[in-house]
């Protein structure tokens, strides 16, 4: 298992790599950088090309992985902002692991600042977190940092 999870450390080290964008990087940039590292991992990523008919704010992104974890990622770009109904849904989905993520920690600080109820994470936090999740658990603290 640990030569499992070595392989997929340095698949996504790679990912970071190939997908690395000057910044600012733009939402689609990090969008598709949180796909590929996704897969490299062997888990599902789901977005709604046309959400017409869908209820407004759900998280760009839901990933479910084999051992049964499920991240909703809200994705901005530098200068996107969470809407009330995005911090509703993520706030909602919070016990299921819910964060915006943002290109910089500027652009995090700056969400806290705003709707400190939803967790905020740059995108090479993310990368860490879905590599190696820390203290994983449904039922944690919105507060606690995933």
Not at 76 to 84: E, H, I, L, M, Y
């Amino acid at each position: 298992m640990a030569r499992r999870d070595a392989s997929a450390a340095r698949t996504v080290g790679r990912v970071m790599t190939a997908t690395a964008h000057p910044r600012p990087a733009t939402e689609a940039q990090i969008q598709r950088g949180l796909i590929d590292a996704v897969a490299a991992l062997g888990a599902k990523s789901y977005h709604t090309t046309y959400s017409v008919g869908s209820d407004r704010g759900y998280p760009d992104l839901t990933i479910s992985f084999p051992d049964g974890r499920v991240l909703f990622l809200e994705v901005k770009g530098p200068k996107g902002v969470v809407s009330p109904a995005q911090a509703e849904w993520l706030e909602c989905l919070g016990g299921s692991r819910a964060w915006a993520v943002w290109p910089d920690d500027d652009r995090v600080a700056s969400g806290r600042r705003r709707w400190p109820t939803v967790v905020h994470l740059t995108y090479e936090q993310t990368l860490e977190e879905l590599v190696e999740p820390r203290n994983w658990n449904p039922y944690a603290s919105k507060e606690a940092t995933p």
